[in-house]
């Protein structure tokens, strides 16, 4: 019963492990020229946690009709995701603001020094 039992869970884990595609996978898709398969492999592994494969998401995301001509999906979760793994800000988020006191002018005052030719005074 125990053999019947670890085989079974041998052939579920093979299942689900081959579900989630590698990143070594995303990448050959990526290179043979099958951006959509490459996208949604890339899309299933960044909202599994690879911070890399999130950076190529947004990427293709971000750019995919101009690059790939084609407009791929995501949620807006998605974008938020990748962007917060990326370190990126989100398409919709409004610029930061630095500071909104009026500049002071600088802390020092140029000095003008005058230029003096060798041999005058």
């Known amino acids: 019963m125990k053999a019947v039992c670890l085989a079974i869970a041998l052939a579920v884990g093979g299942f689900a492990a081959a579900a989630e595609p590698s ?16 996208y949604g492999h890339f899309m299933v592994l960044a909202n599994s946690g690879n911070t890399e ?9 971000r750019h995919g009709k101009l690059l790939y001509g084609a407009d791929w999906a ?10 917060r793994m990326t370190g990126t800000r989100p398409p919709n988020e409004p610029e930061r603001v630095v500071s909104t006191a ?5 802390a020092w ?10 041999g005058e005074k």
């Open 109 to 118: 005052k140029p000095r003008m020094i005058p230029f003096i030719r060798r």
């Open 102 to 106: 009026a500049s002071k002018g600088p």
């Open 53 to 61: 494969a999130a950076r190529i998401a947004l990427f293709m995301y």
């Open 23 to 38: 990143f070594d996978q995303a990448v050959r898709d990526y290179q043979a020229g099958r951006w959509s398969a490459a």
């Open 74 to 83: 995501a949620t807006d979760e998605d974008i938020e995701l990748w962007s």
